[in-house]
Structure formats: C-alpha cells, structure tokens
C-alpha cells in the first residue's frame, strides 16, 4: 500500500521555537509538496520540490524553509514560530512533470498549533 | 495566472438526495488536467479523477459523474442518491501541462444529513 507519511499528527509548539515537520513517501516520487489548510482559504502551496536538494516557492513561502537531501524525505521547517503559523499542514507527492504528472498522494496531516 | 472557484462553501442534503459541487477554473493554457479530491473528516485527501483538457468526454463512476464543459471552464462533480459516507470536503484542481504546481480551490464542505 502506497504511502505518505508525516512524522506528527498533532504539535504544540511555544512562540519562537524552531519546528520540524517530516514527511516521507515510499513511491519513489520525483516530487514533493508541502501545504497549507486553513477554514475558507483551502490549500496553499508552501514550497515544492520536484529532485533531491531542488526547491521551488510556493505561493506562501514567508517563514518557512524546506530539506530535502534524499528523494523520499521532504521536510519542512518554521524557523520561529509564529500564531499566525498555527494551521493544518499537509505533506503530499507525485510523479512526473506537467502533463505526465500523476495525481497527489497526501499525509493524513499534522496540525500545528503555536500559543 | 491560474485560478480554480469554488463557489459553494457549505452544501447540505438530505440522504439519497443528489447534489453537484460546481467547479470554475480559470487558465490562459490549452492543455492542462483537472482533479477532484474528497478530504473526509479523518483528514487525508483522496484522489477522485483526473481529466485533460483535450476529453471534454463526461465521466461516470458509480454514484459520482462529473461534467467537464470546454466552453464554461466549468468541471462539476455530481453525487446522485447522496449517503452519509459522502460527507466531506470536496476540492478541485488544477494543473498545467508544462508545471509541477498543483491550483486548488477553497473547496466545498458537503454535509449529508441521515
């Protein structure tokens, strides 16, 4: 069974901690996503990486960095955590590039809460 | 710019009702692919379809059919006889033939009510 898997569900984090959220898929996929779920703003691309040590910005990068040294790991980081950081966070792969690109296979999530 | 509406936010039914989750996009592009994706309340969002843009051909897979209109930009997702496993959020999207980037919409929380 095809798997994405992130490394917390729920996280607690206190202002200004550095946070680490893993994500690892088993499907030998070339790319890789990290988003953000909020109420009524749905999906927001955070980065995105499509090789090993290739990252691209996404749509929201600001406070935010991404690792990925090998093909099935894809973390990503909040250097200071903020309030405003608190959301759900979803980990997601795929394969191929544009229209050779397969769907995305998702993390269940981890949610991020930040007092 | 590349934008996918989802105009419905909160949708509710009663069972066995049918109901259509519409789905707008919006792409300069000739040639991209859309999605749907049910996120149920576990959390993990699940792959639905994918259709490009060259098979405006509607599709149906058991209770679900979904209806992809060239000329409306329009890729709507029909339940028919509604049950409560339905209840989820609903997503739409986007991408394009020459990108890695997924455009997703707000998506559409479906309540099926018993």
């Known amino acids: 069974d095809v798997k994405v898997t992130q490394s917390s569900r729920y996280l607690v984090k206190r202002t200004g901690e550095k946070v680490f959220l893993e994500c690892v898929q088993d499907m030998d996929h070339e790319n890789m996503f990290w988003y953000r779920q909020d109420p009524g703003l749905g999906l927001r691309l955070i980065y995105f990486?499509?090789?090993?040590?290739m990252k691209e910005k996404g749509d929201i990068p600001e406070g935010y960095s991404v690792s990925r040294e090998k093909k099935e790991r894809f973390s990503l980081i909040l250097e200071s955590a903020s309030t405003n950081q608190t959301s759900m966070y979803l980990c997601?792969?795929?394969w191929g590039t544009g229209g050779n690109t397969g769907e995305l296979f998702f993390g269940e999530g981890s949610r991020l809460t930040v007092l | 710019a590349q934008k996918v509406t989802q105009a419905q936010t909160e949708i509710s039914v009663v069972e066995k009702e049918d109901v259509t989750l519409d789905c707008v996009y919006e792409t300069r592009d000739t040639t991209y692919y859309l999605f749907w994706y049910k996120q149920p309340p576990s959390g993990e969002l699940v792959f639905l379809i994918r259709r490009n843009s060259f098979d405006e051909q509607n599709e149906i897979s058991g209770r679900y059919s979904w209806n992809f209109q060239k000329s409306t930009s329009s890729f709507n997702f029909t339940i028919t006889a509604s049950q409560v496993v339905d209840s989820a959020v609903y997503f739409c999207?986007?991408?394009?033939?020459?990108?890695?980037?997924?455009?997703f919409g707000t998506g559409t929380s479906l309540t099926v009510i018993p």
């Open positions: 997601a792969s795929s």
């Open positions: 990486s499509y090789d090993v040590k």
């Open positions: 999207a986007l991408i394009l033939n020459t990108g890695n980037q997924f455009y």
